[in-house]
């Protein structure tokens, strides 16, 4: 598979909810085997171009384009969980499609999920639960993988864990990643490419990069997080800590 | 009481029937959470009854039809957001049910029994309701069978589902199509204000002691059936009207389902 191959592409998609404009011109595309990182504040879309992505909504306009029969495997940002439906692991992951228990085990032992084949999905944790909504979407043997907030549910640590385990699979399946991640410095080692969205797409690039974009820094703030990482300063501390824009005309 | 009276083997026949085609669908009511929807629609076939008599067709297609158009009329109100689909619900339940009462009161020229339509009349089985009960009930679990991988995956998860090439709206809508066939086929023992007690309950007691959804199928089947057998067998004994019979027999069905050890798996 060439790096150059376009899985999805999608041009000027916009999309209104209730007369509220959600997504704005929105165009994108990912290529075999890289990984893409959506972040943007709360309310910024990110969930709903991933659904319009996938088809799960109506466009108002824009174009989407997919790779001949290409194989998605989506873990949703919230499954609606309710005891009322007993469901083991193995029910749940041949919800839609029949897998052998073979393929069922691959998939579970490659994504570390412990728990017996039937265990009820009720008893699991945040964090294993979400592994089997991974280990689940690896059964179609994905060309993409779509992760809405892959690390929800999972303390600190446990995020690292995740991001690394996505990093692997994307190098065993050979597949593209397309997520959403509420943090970008978490992501960063993980990721190839980031898109700043807040309706529109804000500014994309490698992750070092975005992270240093006036428009990131607007909707995220400079946290302290990036002193870490290093990075062009756009502006000049003076002795008594005053700061100065160099974009400003300065009157020294 | 002799068991070899005709109407009662014929009712325990057509009951059994109803049971196990009930037990399994009212699987998904209860896992969407949609009981009210059930109720809703039972309460509307009353307006069939008056509809059949009216047009002078079988009861059966006059509740089938009114109940399958409640239905859709329902999932199409679900699709707005300005009033909340409970009050939909609340709405149309009670307004199909006076509709119904009034509409058969009008028809002075027909001698009806309110009664035996609300609470249902084991003494109107007839051997062409239990053929259509079996007839019908074949089609409908074939259907259901057909459609259960579906229907169990948007009930998990719609959007997940749709990403994995379900078709969710059609899915949907033929379950609501087999709901309105059961009632319509139920309503001669049950009766409409009760009828959704055989959907609900058997399920809701089966869960208990059930890890897979198949299981807690194939176990509201059986109370189902068996609290028609002893429900059909009370109302003979003592004299009761059949349909709050059954309910009361599924009923403590349900209630000992949380007093027997063993009924707390998830």
Same mark, same amino acid.
């Given at each position: 598979m060439s790096e150059n191959t376009?899985?999805?592409?999608?041009?000027?998609? =916009?999309?209104? *909810? =209730?007369?509220?404009q959600i997504l704005q011109n929105i165009s994108l595309s990912i290529s075999?085997?890289?990984?893409?990182?959506?972040?943007?504040?709360?309310?910024?879309?990110?969930?709903?171009?991933?659904?319009?992505?996938?088809?799960?909504?109506?466009?108002?306009?824009?174009?989407?384009?997919?790779?001949?029969k290409l194989r998605i495997g989506y873990v949703p940002q919230k499954i609606n969980l309710d005891p009322v439906l007993p469901l083991t692991i193995k029910r749940f992951m041949t919800l839609t499609n029949d897998y052998?228990?073979?393929?069922?085990?691959?998939?579970?032992?490659?994504?570390?999920?412990? =728990?017996?084949?039937?265990?009820?999905? *009720?008893?699991?944790s945040g964090g294993e639960f979400q592994r089997l909504m991974l280990a689940r979407a690896l059964l179609a043997k994905p060309e993409l993988l779509v992760l809405d907030e892959p690390v929800q549910n999972v303390d600190y640590l446990g995020e690292a864990e995740l991001y690394r385990l996505i990093s692997d699979i994307r190098k065993r399946y050979q597949c593209s990643v397309l997520m959403i991640s509420h943090?970008?410095?978490?992501?960063?080692? =993980?990721?190839?490419?980031?898109?700043?969205?807040?309706?529109?797409?804000?500014?994309?690039?490698?992750?070092?990069?975005?992270?240093?974009?006036?428009? *990131?820094?607007?909707?995220?703030?400079?946290?302290?997080?990036?002193?870490? *990482?290093?990075?062009?300063?756009?502006?000049s501390h003076e002795v008594d800590g005053t700061i100065h824009e160099h974009n400003q005309e300065h009157k020294h | 009481m002799s068991l070899l009276d005709d109407f009662f083997i014929r009712a325990i026949i057509a009951g059994i029937g109803i049971a196990i085609i009930a037990g399994p669908l009212g699987c998904f009511i209860v896992w969407r959470r949609m009981s009210y929807l059930?109720? $809703?629609?039972?309460?509307?076939?009353?307006?069939?009854? /008056?509809?059949?008599?009216?047009?002078?067709?079988?009861?059966?297609?006059?509740?089938? /039809?009114?109940?399958?158009?409640?239905?859709?009329?329902?999932?199409?109100?679900?699709?707005?957001?300005? #009033?909340a689909s409970d009050a939909i619900l609340g709405t149309l339940s009670h307004a199909s049910l006076a509709l119904g009462i009034i509409v058969i009161s009008l028809m002075t020229w027909v001698r009806i029994d309110i009664n035996s339509y609300l609470f249902g009349d084991i003494l109107s089985v007839e051997m062409s309701d239990i053929a259509w009960i079996y007839g019908g009930g074949f089609v409908v679990m074939a259907v259901l069978l057909k459609n259960w991988k579906s229907?169990?995956? #948007? !009930? &998990?998860?719609?959007?997940?589902?749709?990403?994995?090439?379900?078709? &969710? !709206?059609?899915?949907?809508? $033929?379950?609501?199509?087999?709901? /309105?066939? &059961? #009632?319509?086929?139920?309503?001669? #023992?049950?009766?409409?204000l009760l009828v959704t007690s055989l959907l609900i309950v058997p399920a809701t007691a089966s869960r208990r002691y059930s890890h897979t959804p198949e299981h807690v199928a194939i176990g509201a089947a059986i109370l189902g059936v068996v609290s028609v057998i002893l429900g059909l067998m009370a109302s003979m004994e003592f004299d009761l009207p059949s349909g709050p019979a059954i309910v009361l027999i599924v009923v403590s069905f349900f209630f000992s389902s949380f007093l027997l050890p063993g009924g707390n798996r998830s």
């Open positions: 376009i899985l999805l592409e999608v041009k000027d998609i =916009s999309l209104n *909810y =209730s007369g509220r075999a085997g890289e990984i893409v990182t959506i972040v943007g504040p709360n309310g910024a879309g990110k969930t709903t171009l991933i659904r319009a992505l996938l088809e799960l909504l109506p466009l108002e306009q824009g174009t989407i384009y997919k790779k001949n052998s228990i073979n393929e069922i085990k691959l998939v579970l032992s490659e994504t570390g999920v412990k =728990s017996e084949l039937n265990t009820s999905i *009720y008893h699991l943090d970008l410095h978490v992501v960063m080692a =993980s990721t190839d490419r980031v898109i700043c969205l807040d309706h529109h797409i804000c500014c994309q690039g490698e992750p070092c990069d975005v992270s240093l974009h006036p428009e *990131y820094v607007r909707l995220f703030g400079s946290s302290s997080n990036l002193s870490i *990482y290093n990075h062009h300063h756009d502006h | 059930g109720d $809703t629609m039972a309460h509307s076939s009353l307006l069939g009854v /008056a509809l059949g008599f009216l047009l002078g067709v079988d009861l059966l297609f006059g509740v089938f /039809a009114i109940a399958a158009l409640m239905a859709l009329l329902l999932f199409f109100f679900q699709k707005q957001k300005q #009033i229907l169990l995956a #948007i !009930t &998990v998860d719609q959007d997940l589902a749709k990403a994995e090439g379900i078709a &969710v !709206t059609r899915t949907h809508l $033929t379950y609501l199509i087999l709901i /309105a066939a &059961v #009632i319509a086929l139920a309503i001669k #023992i049950i009766g409409v």
